[in-house]
Every structure is written in C-alpha cells, then in structure tokens.
C-alpha cells in the first residue's frame, strides 16, 4: 500500500527536519516493513532518542504512517561532590558529557566508567562514583551530579627487583621514583603513594641506568602491581633481563658533506673503546645538531644506527646524517605580551630577521627571555614560510606573569637581634624592562632604606645604567654608625657572556655614641667622614637559569678605588673576586661550587679602611652556622672585620616537590675574615654545615638554612638557624 501520510509525534527539543531527513520513506512510496525496520535504526543513530515506535493505520486510500518518539533528557548542569584529594577540573576533563548535550546510558557508564579509571590510576582503589539524576523544572532535562566517595589512597607496602644482577636492588630502588610508604617523609613529598603513570614511567628509568652503563640488550618488563585485599596496599615489582655490557667497537658517519669527518668528530665524545652509554650518545647527537644548526642548516637530522655484535659484546656505531639546505628568518612575530614592549623582547634575541636561523642563538634567546622573569612561559617556534623551502618566521609567544612583588622577611644575629625586612619592586616598569625597589629594614639595632632604578637600556642604547640612594643606622654594643648616600653605576655587554661596569659612589660615614669599651678601631674613626669611590667589575655569567641554575658559572672582579683627590676624606682599594660553577648530576640535582676572596687596603701610610667597607665574615651568605661577622676579627663582642676574607661554599641542591619548586640544600662552608697584618692561612678558615630548604612563592624566594658550627670555642654557639624572604640566591 501506498503511504499517503508521515506523521512525527513527541519531539520536544529536536526538530522535525533532523528526524525527516534520515527518514528512507516519503510520503507516496510504497510501505515496506524491511525498509521501516531500517527507519527506526537509523533514528537511533541519531543518538537523541530513549525509544522509538512506528505505528500504521488507514488513511484516504493508503496508510498513514505515525512514527513516535521519546527523547533523552538533556543535561541543564553538572556537579562534582565529595571530590577532595583531585581537583575539579581534573575530574571535568574525564567526562564527555557537557551542558547542553543529550543524556543516555550508555555515555553516562563511560562517565562513570572515566572517572573511577582516573581515581585508580592515582592510587584511590576505594574510590566510588555514583551518577545522580534529578529533573528539573524545565521539561526533558535533568541535572546531573557525580557523587564521589574517594576513600583512602592505596599505599605502596614494597618495591622489589629481579633479574637484576649487576645492579643491586638497593640502586634500583633509588632510581625508580616508585617508593615504599614510610610515615615519617612520605607525607611531605608524597612518595609512597602508587601512581600508575609513575610507575610506568619507572621501566624507562631503570632501562636507561642500564644503557647508560654498557647493557645495550636490557629488557625491563612493565611493572607487577598486586593490590591487598582490603585495598590499601600496593606490592610493586618490576622484572628484568639484563644480559652483558657492550664496549664501543667503531664510530662512523654518512651523509656528511657540508663539515668534514674531523669537525664532526671534534665535537663528539663517543669514541672507541669506550663502554656504551646511551646518555652521552644523545649528547653527541645534540652536538651535531648544533654544529649544523650554528651554521643555519637547522633541519639537520641525526639518527644513531648500532650494530651489535654478541661474541664480542662490542657495538658499532654509524651516525647518519640527513643534511638540511640553509634556513633564513623571514619574520619574528611577537604575542602574549599585553604589557611589555615589544622592543623589550626583541633586544634579547639572539637570531635577527632575514639572518641565518642559528640554533644555538635560538636556544640562548630562550634562556634571556626566561631570565627576565617577566614571563610565566615562553614558547620561540619556527613556523615554514608558505612557498619557501628556505625560510621560516619565528612566533615568539609569551605569558605575562605580574612583576610587581612585595617581600617581607626577618632574621636574627647576635648583631643585630630580630630585624624585619619589607620590600616592593616593579621589576618591569611600565613594561620597558626597567626596575625600581624600595627597601626598608627595621629591627633592635639596624634600620636602613633604599631606592634603586636600573634600565638595562639607558635611553636605548645597549648600556646598563643604575642610580640608588639609601640611608642606613646601625647600633653595635659599643658604638653606632649611620651611612648614606648614592650610587651611579653603567653597564656593558662586551660579548653574550661577558660584561662590564664602570660607577660612581659617594656616602657619609657618621661614627657616633661611641663607649669607653670601644674597640681602637672604631675610636680612631669617631666623627663624620666622606668617601667618593669609582667602582669597576668585569664578570662572565654563562648560568642556565639566574634564579635557579642548574648549569653554567659566574665568576667576578670588582675593584673600588676611592681618594681625597675625588673630594672624599677617604683613601684605599678593595678587591673582590668570586666565583661560582653549578654541576647537573643525577636526577635533576645540582652541586654548586663557591669561591670569594676579598682585599682592602688604604692607599695612603697613615690611611684607615672605613669600618663600612670591612669584610664581615659569618651568617647566611657567607659561612653557615656563625652569626654575622663573628667568623672574623673581633673586639670583645663587637665584630670589627677584616681587611682581608677568604670564603669557601659546596651546596648540593635536590628536588624535593618539584612541581611547587621546593628544593633541598645540603653545604658546607669555610671561610674567614683577617685582620690587617695577620695572613691568610687556610688552616685558620672556620668551617660549618648544614641542611636548608629553598623554594619559591608569589612574594619571593624562601630560603631557611640551619647552620652547624663545625669546632665551636667558647662562648660561640653550636648551631645557628637564618631565613630570608625576598633576597635572591
């Protein structure tokens, strides 16, 4: 029979037209029950509808043709309760569901299904998520709410090793970030605690300990996970095959044409012999890449091909090189940056347009952005110029973080007791780059203000200028001084690492309040005295990070010269150099070596050194575990200082929540202040160490050091714990 009529019953918030359109009958074909059955599947496919019904019945001489259907209700919101441990947004990101889309079961189990997988997966094996439905007063939709009840986190019980033979279980459990449970520490840094994805990731740590010591065939299998029955431990195993470590029987290249085999080679450490390291073979492949990349051919692609021989346990390795042609800059395009200038950013790259697209350059423009410390991220990405095979455009993305800050800290010292410290810097003023610092320090013997401007690029031009004024009192047991003044200081970058100042101080020095006890020294400067200094340093600063390096060093020489001649009352020079190297090692630490020496001398026979440019040696930022100054000369209980200091720091820098930017420091320091006319002697240097925590926070960094005096004398105390907050190290 013909259908003559097609009718659509209970749409609500589905139009007519979308159902219509998957209808394979029109009004005037020929009625088929094959082809309705396949009507009322193709419907279903549309995913909006709980249930659908065709009904018939007669109609003018042929069929009508009802078609009815019951729609899922469509989701007006969603709620989350009884999260705690994982964040919102973290749970959103599970679902699939959203506002304004229609509901059916089965999208709903996977929901479920989601969210309970994910809580697994962070430990929460006691984890239960109920979905609830209510309706809502507007008709077809519901509200939908994920009740969850997480339940305690699983714990890891034990950590074991097998097949291991070479590499104790002692080592490996070391090197997988997979721990034991343990009360004491694993409440802080959340070891202990299974995580699948770490875990995971552990296989790939254990393997490359091994590569990285000549086992070029380890297999590693991915972790053994057994829960306890009442879900709150964990036992996690992970098996291995070691089988035995290679030497390095051959290096060889292809497909180098542009350098020759001896500059390829020159910048590679791999060479035969040697045991195989997968490590350093990652390094000589970077070296390459660079080498080609300094040169502009930046595509240049470097793929190790090994060729192990089992009789021998010796490898070959064949470097293959896919030269790329020469890349150029077209364009750098800048964006992200709502607040600093643009010229602020291009003045630290290192790659211009239309020159050569230097790797290397790229790389170190990446390091001066970030070192800015005006940006929370930083992306530099070159993008292929449409129609140009030799040429890209750089897109150079950031993300703003606020520059402006304001720091307070405290410390004590036998000096100057409780002292208090507030600041406020703007260290990207107006979005030029510029800084400006206020700095008050008040406590029961020291008070002190200071205002600092720096442009790194006075009135454009690539020189550093920076004028501060401050005004500082300071009250010893048998004396006061009060200093202020000014200094004008500019800068210079001689080459990317190396740079140079040359400034202008002028302060007076008031000794006043001075007591019968007072040592000779401070007698012999009571009264009002001026001094007007040159100043002069060169340093090379080659550090990663400024903030937190992890590689690279600083090494310094500042010299002051100042003389009646420059209209002061005071004559002499002082020296200082310092150096400071930072060694990666293993698992993101870093060792740091520190060295300073210092000298002042007056230039005139009768001279004096101002007490104010003495070298004061003890507390936080010299030697640990000595209040300040007392690791030098003294008078009674005045510290005096010394003419002469000679300072020693190794710090070890570990990680201890990574994604907060907490870190730990173990150290240990010698050093000294001399008097005049006593020699520096390295047996007289005192020495301390201790343990620290460093980490940073929106108001600045936090560094809480505590200092053990290593051979204490009389009167001295054992220990000594300092904090800052806001000062940079």
Known sequence: ????????????????????????????D?????????????????????????????????????????????????????????????????????????????????????????YQDQGYFQAAVVPLLQESKTAGEVSLTFVITEGRRARVRSVEFSGNHAVS??????????????????????????????????????????LDRGYLQV????????????????????????????????????????FTDAQVRAVMKTMPGMLFKRSQIRQDILAVTDLYGEHGYAFAQVVPQLKPDAA???????????????????????????????????????????????????????????NLNFFESVEIVPTPVQG????????????????????VG??????????????ITQGNLFGRGQLLRAQGQLGGRTSSYSLTFRDPYFLDYPVSSSVSVFNQQRDFSGYKEKRKGSDLVFG???????????????????????????????????????????????????????????RGSRNALSIDYAGTFLGGDNDYYKLVTDSTWYFPVWWETVVSAHGRFGYAHPTTVDGTLPVGERFFVGGIDTVRGFHFGKAGPKSGNDVIGGNKELIFNVEYLFPLVPEAKVRGVLFFDAGRGFDTGESIRFSALRTGAGVGIRLFLPIGPIRVEWGFNLSPKSGEPSNTIDFTIGSQF
């Open 1 to 28: 029979m013909v259908i003559k009529r097609i009718e659509i019953q209970g749409l609500r918030k589905i139009a007519e037209t979308t159902v219509r359109g998957k209808l394979p009958l029109q009004e005037g």
């Open 30 to 118: 020929v009625f088929s029950v094959e082809i309705v059955r396949r009507m009322i599947t193709e419907i279903f496919r549309l995913g909006y509808f709980e249930d659908v019904q065709v009904a018939t019945e007669g109609f003018e001489g042929g069929l009508r043709l009802v078609v009815m259907v019951k729609e899922w209700p469509m989701v007006r919101d969603i709620r989350y309760e009884g999260y705690d441990q994982i964040s919102v947004d973290k749970l959103k990101e599970r679902v699939t569901i959203k506002p304004g889309s229609f509901l059916d079961f089965r999208t709903l189990t996977e929901a479920k299904r989601s969210l309970t997988t994910y």
């Open 169 to 210: 279980n002692r080592q490996l459990r070391a090197i997988a970030s997979t721990k034991a449970y343990f009360w004491l520490t694993s409440w802080l840094t959340d070891s202990g605690l299974y995580q699948k994805e770490v875990a995971t990731q552990d296989v790939e740590r254990i393997r490359d300990y091994y």
């Open 219 to 258: 297999q590693v299998g991915a972790p053994q996970v057994t829960l306890s029955q009442d879900h709150r431990w964990f036992d996690v195993s992970f098996q291995m095959v070691e089988g035995d470590p290679y030497t390095i029987a051959s290096v060889s290249f292809s497909g180098v044409e542009l």
């Open 312 to 370: 021998t346990q010796r490898v070959a390795i064949e470097f293959q090189v896919q030269e790329s042609h020469l890349i150029h800059v077209h364009r750098i395009e800048i964006s992200g940056n709502l607040k600093t200038r643009d010229k602020v950013i291009r003045r630290e790259l290192r790659v211009s347009e239309q020159g050569i697209l230097d790797t290397t350059a790229l790389r170190r423009s990446f390091q001066r952005l970030n």
């Open 388 to 407: 140009q095979s030799d040429e890209v455009n750089l897109d150079v993305k950031v993300k703003e973080k606020p520059t402006g800050t304001f720091s």
């Open 410 to 423: 405290g410390g004590y010292s036998s000096v100057d007791k409780v002292v208090g410290l507030v600041e």
């Open 492 to 550: 210079k970058s001689f080459t990317e690492y190396v740079s140079g100042s040359a400034g202008y101080s002028f302060q007076v020095l008031n000794i006043f309040s001075v007591s019968r006890d007072a040592p000779v020294l401070i007698k012999q400067q009571y009264g009002l005295s001026t001094t007007s200094a040159l100043k002069f340093s060169l340093a090379r600063d080659s550090r990663d990070v400024m903030l937190a390096p992890t």
